[in-house]
């Protein structure tokens, strides 16, 4: 790898927690500086949950279970970014999808990881984003603040899982198996995610990325959820300090507008999107905080 480009055998390694911390450090300045590296490594993300997924549909008939250390992909990855095939959308970026797992990837937060990192860097609150949480609530939270407060912990179980934190996992992922398992059909969702917490970082990508989008799709592919998640992702970068993350999230942001002012319930909400959105391209981030936790407390409750 050069100074100041990631090769694509680099990039595979990385993915695969293969890189020493110098090598991993370097890789996360590049992408921390250059667009194209920051870029680059968001299509890899989703390219490599792609792959693991299609691979992992087709071993289950003939193994039985998913293989162990099978790693085929570091195969196809630099092949297909050799190819250019990382700039096309194998998971599309449409209108319904906020993946939890590519949103928490962009998402630079500790620079060691392992367990209490997340709370040595952002606090012992940093999991707590501003509603009260009380233990057997999960049948008595109202839609849409149960889609919204899904999207907020499948995020925040994907940020623990990405700093191998697996003290901060364990209380945000039960949380959002106790949401997932008041909504009918929810008990399938909630055991996939009682089974990350068991696997703890060692889980498979597309694993996660299943659990993403079986809950989402609990929620009818609701963009309460997505901006649940895409509020917690904002919420925790800048938190770390990482403002790369919201400047570059206005696509998203005008995508959730347009969503929610279809919806009655939404007007609210997405005028403060707007507000923030204004915010972000004026790059006021004292007023963009400040919008972002009203509409927290707003979808949350």
């Not at 989703?46 to 790693?71: C, F, I, N, Q, S």
């Not at 590519?102 to 012992?124: H, I, Q, T, Y």
């Amino acid at each position: 790898m050069s100074e100041d480009r990631i090769d694509p055998e680099t990039l595979a390694a990385f993915l695969d927690g293969r890189l020493s911390p110098a090598e991993r450090a370097r890789v996360l300045k590049i992408v921390a500086e250059d667009p194209e590296g920051y870029d680059l490594l968001a299509d890899a993300t989703r390219l490599k949950a792609e792959l693991e997924t299609d691979a992992g549909r087709t071993m289950r008939p003939m193994v039985g279970k998913r293989a162990t250390g099978w790693r085929w992909w570091l195969v196809a990855l630099p092949a297909a970014i050799a190819a250019g095939l990382a700039a096309v959308a194998l998971w599309p970026k449409t209108d319904g999808e906020f993946s939890p797992v590519e949103l928490a990837a962009r998402v630079r937060v500790v620079g060691a990881a392992g367990e209490g990192s997340l709370a040595a860097r952002l606090g012992p609150t940093w999991d707590q984003p501003g509603w009260s949480v009380s233990r057997g609530e999960g049948e008595d939270v109202i839609e849409p603040a149960r889609a919204f407060r899904l999207g907020v912990r499948a995020t925040d179980v994907e940020i623990a899982l990405g700093a191998g934190d697996t003290v901060a996992l364990r209380p945000v992922a039960a949380e959002l198996a106790e949401l997932a398992a008041g909504v009918d059909g929810g008990a399938a969702a909630a055991a996939l995610y009682r089974g990350i917490v068991a696997r703890g970082p060692s889980t498979p990508l597309a694993e996660r990325a299943e659990a993403a989008a079986a809950v989402r799709s609990l929620m009818a592919d609701s963009p309460w959820f997505d901006l649940g998640a895409w509020t917690e992702a904002a919420r925790v970068a800048l938190a770390a300090g990482e403002d790369g993350f919201v400047r570059r999230s206005g696509r998203e942001v005008r995508r959730l507008i347009e969503r929610l002012v279809a919806r009655r319930d939404g007007e609210a909400v997405a005028a403060l999107l707007r507000e923030l959105e204004q915010a972000r391209a004026n790059d006021q981030l004292a007023v963009l905080q400040n919008r972002l936790d009203r509409i927290i407390v707003a979808a949350a409750r």
